[in-house]
Nanobody, 122 residues
Framework: QVQLVESGGGLVQAGGSLRLSCAAS????????MGWFRQAPGKQREFVAA???????TYADSVKGRFTISRDNAKNTVYLQMNSLKPEDTAVYYC????????????????WGQGTQVTVSS
């Protein structure tokens, strides 16, 4: 079992930055693929970024060049650095984990955090 707890959300003006953190507990965390997803009101949950245990990364086109995912296995934590934020980035951001390869489909992730709200004002 892996438990995930996100933090770092908040209110920021367009063009600003936030860093989200996801602290994991449980065995074998370092071998898990970790992903970030987001869900805006009235919309489906969408993929943002993912990182493998070897630090390979994948990003949604909408965040490439603005967001960076990273992990610190010694601290059992994965991060999402978000720069140049836009109002359309407003959503609840979720951390997720799975075994195996990087995936962009939310249904392929086993473990989920409770989410953290990010609001970008224009």
């Amino acid at each position: 079992q892996v438990q995930l707890v996100e933090s770092g959300g908040g209110l920021v003006q367009a063009g600003g930055s936030l860093r989200l953190s996801c602290a994991a507990s449980g065995r074998a965390y370092s071998r898990y693929v970790m992903g970030w997803f987001r869900q805006a009101p009235g919309k489906q949950r969408e993929f943002v970024a993912a990182i493998s245990w070897s630090a390979s990364t994948t990003y949604a086109d909408s965040v490439k060049g603005r967001f960076t995912i990273s992990r610190d296995n010694a601290k059992n934590t994965v991060y999402l650095q978000m720069n140049s934020l836009k109002p359309e980035d407003t959503a609840v951001y979720y951390c997720a984990g799975r075994q195996g390869r990087i995936a962009i489909d939310a249904s392929e992730y086993t473990y989920w955090g409770q989410g953290t709200q990010v609001t970008v004002s224009s």
